[in-house]
Each structure stands twice: as structure tokens, then as C-alpha cells.
């Protein structure tokens, strides 16, 4: 089973500044790679697949870079609504899994 | 639009068992892998299970594997997951998951959840 380790556990930033976002797979998932965002109640929502590929309908702020064990998800200007947890997920290989989450909150 | 509505969840005694059902709506059912995904209370998301769209090739979470069956019947665009000899660790939200693409196993879209709580 291929682990997917997230760090930080948790963000304190503010509006208007800059969410970088780490995502590590124990062995490589090549760009077999997505991200999701949830909030409170609410069921996750697909922000970027295949490592680098946003969603449909997703804003430009969000953009995701990687390959192989380490991705990265970046948030350029936190706005009031990206305040969430983010997950990635692998498909490389059964079972898929996720990582555990990185909440970022406000500052 | 595509729609997902899960239906089943409810308390149940460990060992006991539970039906989820999935119907679908707004894409061609058949054509496309579905999956289970669940969240404990306060955890992470967990895959539970995924479905081809022709309903032969099925994959499962090794901690749920002879333990539940997930099968989908295509004629009424509804996906199941038949569980089985409930833990008090199965406790979760259980969302159905539809697929990007044909061939992909990303999660495009996710039904509202349906709480499962195993207790005695």
C-alpha cells in the first residue's frame, strides 16, 4: 500500500498570502496524483488531478506541481473561502489512498 | 447534473450488518468506475471500495475485504455496498464517488454521506 504523508498538519496564514502545501508518497505514484478540499459537512470537492491539472471550474489561484514521491499544492492568494482541509490521493496503485489532510486555517 | 444520493446508513450492533445505496443521476451510469470513500468522525478520508462499470472488476480496502461487497446494478443506475460483520472502527460517513473519466480514479463528483455508526 503506498502511504501519502502531508505536512504541515496545520496552516495559520492569512487572507491574501501564499498556502504551500506538501503531499509525500512512500514510493512513486509518477503524476497519478489529486487534491481535494473540504470543508466542515460538506463532501470533498476535486481541485487537481493528475499532479498539475485543475478541475473544472476551479480558480486559477490553485495549482499543483510534482512527480514521483513529492507534490506540492499552492494556494497563491488565500481568499476567506479556501480556508479548508486539503487531501491528496493516489491512483497509481490499489488500494487507493489518501493522505491524512492539511487544514489550513486563519491567522 | 449529476447526482448521487446515498440511502442506508443507520445504527447498527457490532456484528451486525448494513446496506448502502447509491442512485445515480445526470451521466451514463454504466460507463463509469464508482467507489465507496468513508470518514470516521474527525479522520481523514478513507477509499473503502471501487466498482468497474461493467460490475466484474471490483477492489477493496484490505481492512473491509470479506467483510463487505460492493456491486452496482446498472439497469437502475445504483451502486450498493453490503456490509458485513461490523466493527466499531467502520464507524464513518459514506460517500459514493463517481470517477473523473471512464479510466481514471480520481473523485469528480461525491454524493451528501451517509453516517453508519457501529455501537452497542
Known amino acids: 500500500e503506498i502511504v501519502l504523508t502531508q505536512s504541515p498538519a496545520t496552516l495559520s496564514l492569512s487572507p491574501g498570502e501564499r498556502a504551500t502545501l506538501s503531499c509525500r508518497a512512500s514510493?512513486?505514484?509518477?503524476?497519478?496524483l489529486a487534491w481535494y478540499q473540504q470543508k466542515p459537512g460538506q463532501a470533498p470537492r476535486l481541485l487537481i488531478y493528475?499532479?498539475?491539472n485543475r478541475a473544472t471550474g476551479i480558480p486559477a489561484r490553485f495549482s499543483g506541481s510534482g512527480s514521483g514521491t513529492d507534490f506540492t499544492l499552492t494556494i497563491s492568494s488565500l481568499e476567506p473561502e479556501d480556508f479548508a482541509v486539503y487531501s491528496c490521493q493516489q491512483r497509481s496503485s490499489w488500494p487507493l489512498t489518501f493522505g491524512g489532510g492539511t487544514k489550513v486555517e486563519i491567522k | 447534473e449529476v447526482q448521487l444520493l446515498e440511502s442506508g446508513g443507520g445504527l447498527v450492533q457490532p456484528g451486525g450488518s448494513l446496506r448502502l445505496s447509491c442512485a445515480a443521476s445526470?451521466?451514463?451510469?454504466?460507463?463509469?468506475?464508482m467507489s465507496w470513500v468513508r470518514q470516521a468522525p474527525g479522520k481523514g478520508l478513507e477509499w473503502v471500495s471501487a466498482i468497474g462499470g461493467g460490475g466484474s472488476n471490483t477492489y477493496y480496502t484490505d481492512s473491509v475485504k470479506g467483510r463487505f461487497t460492493i456491486s452496482r446494478d446498472n439497469s437502475k443506475n445504483t451502486l450498493y455496498l453490503q456490509m458485513n460483520s461490523l466493527r466499531a472502527e467502520d464507524t464513518a460517513v459514506y460517500y459514493c464517488?463517481?470517477?473523473?473519466?471512464?479510466?481514471?480514479?480520481?473523485?469528480?463528483?461525491w454524493g451528501q454521506g451517509s453516517l453508519v455508526t457501529v455501537s452497542s
Open positions: 514510493q512513486s505514484v509518477s503524476s497519478n
Open positions: 464517488a463517481k470517477a473523473l473519466r471512464v479510466t481514471t480514479s480520481y473523485f469528480e463528483y
Open positions: 493528475d499532479a498539475s
Open positions: 445526470g451521466f451514463t451510469f454504466s460507463d463509469f468506475t
